[in-house]
Every structure is written in structure tokens, then in C-alpha cells.
């Protein structure tokens, strides 16, 4: 038995070859077209020599380009590593080096960054430079261009025989414990989510289209959007920065029906002044994940625009949807949901004894078929978080009598900024670089727009004094993508210990 997640592509060209497969303003590929184009990129691979098994970086936001490249790499057999496009050159370095990629795929504005971090990595062999005109085939020196090697290649004819477990993508997520840890995801991880959303969980058909906001890069764009509606023969619309008034503009020219998004969107959406200006008859769903959606943002959004906003929860690890709220059952607000069809959920307390009687809280617990292989490279990390064949997530929630779960706080401390994942040593590390921090600790504050905000808490060292909170920021924004550097900080004269020495958090947080 074999399986290639770039099935989803083959088989929908096959049914619908001439139905728009992607939309960026003026730009529109049909099935055919971007089938044809993932195959000679696939062939363009495979002119370089590299080989199935090879891992290729992807760095490019949501534009035509990832999506070829995304299915290229699939047809040749190569397992995807997508990066997020604010990282910096030292964090692109660090990805590139764990994951073995010898190839990366780069977008024209983020080409000093890749040129930056690809001089310094030995392993990844080929810099691929993506651009907005077709007609420029030009790249930077050391560099190759999308266009030309597409142009030039010839196309792969078959979809490699893959297994269903070997690893299709690799996606960057972070702990508590240290740098980013690349989580495998097999081809049937992929393929099936990707199959339940279209099947059950959105029922996506060939006429339906979807505002593309979220970041390709990021598991939930990937999975829920552009894969599940590509296998079903339908039109993403693209749009690369998320912006209140071009969403509701695209909603209304392309009659988008399905709409996804982390919580700040529909805020976004909800408090734009003119938001009732547009004709958004045509949404029929609306998935929100990435974060806690507030009830009261869901109660209005659903209010004013007509339209069911369904929530769901789910991790890198788990490809990503593990449980939703469903169009044919009751939704409840502040819920994420029942565990999606073939996904077991359970709650743990701390010493793994699994809690049975409802709305008492613990550490919620996944098993199926939607759980990564483990992190790559990474055994310890792997086994610390697969036990006995459960993937443990670290958020805890409680069950109600009708089995739908609800979070009610986070076992570790990640900060969840505008839908993206932060983590407070990674921050903290850079923090203890500055000549001037003796102490530090990183923690989420709410913020009304994006939800939590990242806020440093630092005791000076002697003789610096006259630090600011000005001067702190600015050397955090110089090395760290800027979703995660800290936007507000403040000085103590020393952080509050446990008897351990440990920095209570929980204090810090009151």
C-alpha cells in the first residue's frame, strides 16, 4: 500500500481540470495549470539531485508559489519543512540545520534573510528565490529562480509510492525546554485530516471557495484550508497579510463560502467600522482555532453576519484538528468541540491517572490516527511526549456531561500572540544576552485584539540602572521574528522565588 498526499491534487485535477484551484488578485491558476506547474517543480528537483527522502525548506507566504512548491516536493517524494516567513537569519539557520533540508524555497522579500541563513548551514545545498513577476527570471547571486527552474524542468508523471507513514511534513513547533522541536507528520496524518474536514467537518464540495488568510505556513491553513478544499475541487482565495476591509472586499467580489481564522480576524472583522458596507450572504461556515475564542466575539460575529463561527482545537502535532464543534450537532460557546471521528480523548491528572467524572480538570490527552510520528531527531523529546501510545498536550480542560471539552489554562506556559504559539524561554534566553538583565521571566498579559500579549519582567543588574524599556525591545526585535518579542516591559528590583530559587510565574501574573 502506498500513499502521496499530492493525491489530493492529482485526483481533483483528474475531476474538475478546469475549476479555479487558486486566487491572488489578478492571478488565477486553474487545476490543471497548478498540477502542471507542482510537476515540473517536482522535475526541477529532481534536476538538481535531489533525492526522494530529502528534505526541502519552504519560506513563502500565501502565494501561488506555496502551493506549487508544497505539492512539488510531494510529487518528488521530498518531505516539506514550511518555515514561518518573519523568522530571522539566526532562526532560519537553526531550522534549516535540525530538519536537513538541503533546499530552500524563498520569497523575493525575505531573500536577504535566506541568503543570510543559508551561508551559514553547510547541509542545505540550493537557495530557490520565488517571485511576484513571472517574467523576472533573475535571483540573487548564489541563488536560483522559481520561475526559470519551473520553466525549464520536465514534469513528473507519477505520484511517487510513498508509505502512508513516512513523513510528508515537518512543522516547528516549541516547548518549555528549549528551541523549536520539528514534529513529523506522515501522509496519512495529513491526507486524513485533510479528508475529514472536507467530508465531515465542512462537507467542502467543488463550488465552494475559501478566504485564504491564514498562513499556509501554519498547520491550520495548511490542513483545513488548502488541503481539504483542494481535495475537493475547490477555489482558495489568497490573501497574504490579513487586513479587516480586504477580507470583506474578496469575501464579496469572489462570493468566498468558507471563511477560517484565529480569534483577532473575527475581532478585526467584527469592530470594522464599515464592516456592514459589504455583502457577505455567501459565508455558510466559519472555523476559528489557534486560540481561545472569547464568547462574546463569537455571539456577536455570529449576530451581526449570519454566520456559523465554529471552533475547534488542535496542535502541530496533531495535523492539527483534534476536536471541533460540528454543523450537525449543538455548538456550545467556549467550547472546542467533541474530539473529531477516529481521535480518543482523555484527561490525566499529574501522576497520568486518567480523570473520569466530568468537569474536573486535567491535561488533555490524544490518541489516533492524527497524531505525529514524533519529533524529529528528538527520541527523548518524543517519548516525553508520547506515552504509551498518547500524545499529551499540556493544556488542560475539563469534559462536560456531554463529552464536549472546554480549556480552562495551559500546563505549560506558552503565550498564544494573534493565533501564533510563543514561548516564554526561547525569549527569555535572548533576554539573559542584554549586559544589563540579572533576572528575567517572560509571561502573557490579555490584550483585547490579539489576545495575550508578551510582556518581559526583568530586575537590572548593578550599574545599569538607566536601561529602558526602549532599549530592551529593541535589542529582543533584533533577534526574534516579531510576533514574538516582548511589547511591554518591566523593571523589579528582584523577581519572586519559590524555595527553590525557581521564578514564580504565578505571581508575576497577579
Known amino acids: 500500500m502506498s500513499l502521496n498526499l499530492a493525491t489530493l491534487l492529482a485526483e481533483s485535477t483528474k475531476r474538475h481540470p478546469s475549476n479555479r484551484a487558486v486566487i491572488l488578485g489578478d492571478t488565477s491558476l486553474d487545476y490543471a495549470t497548478l498540477d502542471a506547474f507542482s510537476r515540473r517543480f517536482a522535475g526541477a528537483l529532481k534536476s538538481l539531485g535531489i533525492k526522494p527522502g530529502q528534505h526541502i525548506a519552504l519560506m ?20 516539506i519543512v514550511p518555515l514561518n516567513v518573519l523568522l530571522t537569519p539566526d532562526e532560519i539557520a537553526y531550522h534549516l540545520e535540525d530538519s536537513d533540508a538541503v533546499a530552500l524555497v524563498a520569497w523575493e ?23 511576484a513577476d513571472r517574467s523576472d527570471v533573475s535571483a540573487p547571486e548564489g541563488a536560483q529562480s522559481f520561475t526559470r527552474l519551473v520553466a525549464s524542468a520536465d514534469p513528473v508523471t507519477e505520484v511517487p509510492a510513498t508509505m502512508p507513514d513516512d513523513t510528508a511534513v515537518i512543522l516547528y513547533t516549541s516547548g ?35 478566504l485564504v488568510t491564514l498562513p499556509l505556513f501554519h498547520s491550520f491553513g495548511q490542513s483545513v484550508l488548502q488541503n481539504a478544499l483542494l481535495g475537493a ?14 477580507a470583506f472586499t474578496l469575501i464579496q467580489k469572489h462570493r468566498i463560502t468558507i471563511f477560517a481564522g484565529v480569534p483577532t480576524m473575527y475581532f478585526g472583522m467584527l469592530h470594522f467600522p464599515r464592516g456592514n458596507d459589504f455583502d457577505v ?22 449576530a451581526k453576519f449570519k454566520v456559523n463561527v465554529l471552533e475547534g482545537y488542535g496542535l502541530s502535532e496533531t495535523s492539527p484538528v483534534a476536536s471541533f464543534n460540528q454543523l450537525d450537532k449543538p455548538k456550545k460557546a467556549g467550547s472546542i468541540g467533541l474530539p473529531i471521528w477516529g481521535v480518543d480523548f ?4 499529574d501522576a497520568g491517572k486518567t480523570i473520569v467524572d466530568p468537569m474536573v480538570p486535567g491535561e488533555i490527552a490524544i490518541r489516533g490516527h492524527n497524531v505525529m510520528r514524533g519529533y524529529y531527531k528528538k527520541p527523548e523529546a518524543t517519548a516525553e511526549a508520547i506515552k504509551d501510545g ?16 472546554f480549556i480552562v489554562d495551559r500546563k505549560k506556559d506558552m503565550i498564544i500572540r494573534g493565533g501564533f504559539n510563543v514561548y516564554p524561554r526561547e525569549i527569555e534566553e535572548i533576554l539573559y544576552g542584554h549586559p544589563a538583565v540579572a533576572e528575567a521571566a517572560v509571561i502573557g498579559i490579555k490584550h483585547e485584539s490579539h489576545g495575550e500579549e508578551v510582556k518581559a519582567v526583568i530586575a537590572k543588574k548593578a550599574g545599569h540602572e538607566n536601561v529602558t524599556a526602549e532599549e530592551i525591545i529593541a535589542y529582543t526585535k533584533e533577534k526574534l521574528a516579531a510576533y514574538k518579542y ?19 510565574k504565578r505571581e508575576l501574573k497577579k
Open 233 to 246: 475541487g475547490g477555489t482558495l482565495v489568497l490573501l497574504p497579510r490579513f487586513d479587516a476591509e480586504a
Open 486 to 504: 516582548p511589547r511591554v516591559v518591566e523593571f523589579m528590583d528582584s523577581l519572586p522565588k519559590g524555595p527553590t530559587g525557581k521564578i514564580l
Open 390 to 405: 498518547w500524545f499529551h498536550s499540556g493544556d488542560i480542560a475539563h469534559r462536560d456531561e456531554e463529552g464536549y471539552y
Open 109 to 131: 522579500m525575505f531573500a536577504p534573510q535566506a541568503q543570510a541563513a543559508v551561508a551559514r548551514v553547510s547541509s542545505c545545498k540550493h537557495l530557490i528565490i520565488a517571485k
Open 281 to 302: 450572504s455567501s459565508l455558510r461556515a466559519a472555523a476559528s482555532g489557534g486560540a481561545a475564542m472569547p464568547v462574546e466575539v463569537m455571539s456577536a460575529f455570529d
Open 346 to 349: 482523555k484527561l490525566v491528572d
Open 176 to 210: 518549555t525546554t528549549g528551541r523549536p522541536k520539528g514534529a513529523e507528520l506522515t501522509h496519512f496524518n495529513l491526507f486524513f485530516n485533510a479528508h475529514y474536514v472536507r467530508t465531515m467537518l465542512l462537507e467542502f464540495t467543488e463550488k465552494d471557495s475559501a
Open 60 to 79: 513563502l507566504p500565501n502565494v501561488p508559489h506555496f502551493t506549487i512548491a508544497y505539492f512539488g516536493g510531494h510529487y518528488a517524494g521530498n518531505p
